[in-house]
């Protein structure tokens, strides 16, 4: 019986303990102590995951939306998670009510106006600390709702947005712009000719044009979906294809795409993944896998944010 008690109380630690450092990373940054109450809930939870797993049932609320109250480590998620503030999330909702009343015809806005509305306030919230009024900055792939947003949110920033072919030489002079801003374009350039692989040429063209027309300490704000995320994961492990959405040409992983924009000769200043898109039921329990086998939970949110500077 002795050697039975520890066996599960290893098993115990090798499970809960991942599902802790989840759960609560913040009060494990201030105090290597966890108190009953702190664990119970998260026991519990365990527990009934694990018997419904061994019992051969679906995981209630599989698939759900699930509102995390707390930062998981490297993945934030939910508003409350993500710690926007209400002015930043009022910016982006009266923008996006403003576009829709002038834009009526504009399907993706009304699809947009609940499924990216805190991508574009946690964007609002990393621009605001490089944009600055009288600054020029080129969107790429800009155009519609979130041109809207941005527009609104910095009215005394000079904007131009990119409707050129981004495979091919930007249409701009060097080191013309402040700013540039890649958000949700990269996973769209294709390759600039097929060779029977994928070889990425027409990304790396475009990072490299991006370098060009940037201002020397010039800063690009990149965002796009993380291969790697939770979310992949789990569609991966639904036998569906591991993509945030199976339209794009190439989605990036957090390390992948950090060494592809410094390969284009930036220097990455700040880089995070964050949860905008997907929260699902099963994250906690999936997190606690990966953990229990070695592998790494940082850096599973569905997006990466980065910002990089053009070094000479």
Not at 53 to 76: C, F, H, I, W
Not at 134 to 142: F, I, M, N, Y
Not at 170 to 185: G, I, R, T, W
Not at 305 to 312: C, G, K, T, V
Request: hydrophobic share 40%; aromatic share 8%; glycine share 8%.
């Amino acid at each position: 019986m002795g050697s039975a008690i520890v066996a599960y109380k290893r098993a115990v630690q090798r499970v809960v303990g991942p599902l802790l450092d989840s759960i609560l990373p913040q009060e494990r940054a201030h105090t290597t102590r966890v108190t009953q109450e702190e664990l119970l809930p998260a026991v519990t939870e365990l527990r009934e995951r694990i018997r419904l797993l061994e019992n051969g049932s679906p995981l209630k609320g599989d698939g759900a939306r699930l509102q995390y109250s707390r930062t998981l480590p490297g993945v934030v998620g939910s508003e409350e998670g993500l710690g926007i503030s209400p002015r930043l999330q009022a910016s982006v909702d009266l923008a996006i009510k403003n576009h829709i009343q002038a834009n009526s015809a504009d399907a993706y806005a009304k699809v947009a106006a609940t499924q990216d509305r805190l991508r574009f306030a946690k964007s609002l919230e990393w621009l605001e600390t490089v944009l600055k009024p009288g600054d020029s900055v080129l969107e790429l792939g800009g155009g519609g709702l979130c041109s809207a947003v941005l527009a609104a949110h910095f009215p005394k920033v000079s904007f131009t947005v990119g409707g050129f072919e981004l495979r091919e030489r930007f249409p701009h002079a060097d080191q013309k712009f402040n700013h540039l801003l890649c958000m949700e374009v990269i996973e769209h350039v294709c390759d600039i000719s097929y060779q029977h692989a994928t070889t990425l040429t027409g990304v790396k063209q475009c990072l490299t044009e991006a370098w060009r027309v940037l201002k020397p300490n010039g800063s690009m704000f990149l965002s796009t979906p993380n291969a790697a995320s939770l979310f992949t994961i789990y569609r991966a492990m639904k036998q569906e294809p591991p993509m945030i959405y199976e339209g794009h040409f190439r989605e990036f992983t957090f390390e992948e795409m950090k060494r592809l924009v410094a390969e284009a000769g930036f220097a990455v200043e700040r880089a995070e993944t964050v949860q905008v898109w997907h929260f699902f039921a099963f994250a906690p329990t999936l997190m606690s896998f990966l953990a229990s086998e070695g592998l790494s939970v940082r850096d599973r949110g569905d997006n990466t944010f980065l910002i990089a500077r053009r070094s000479e």
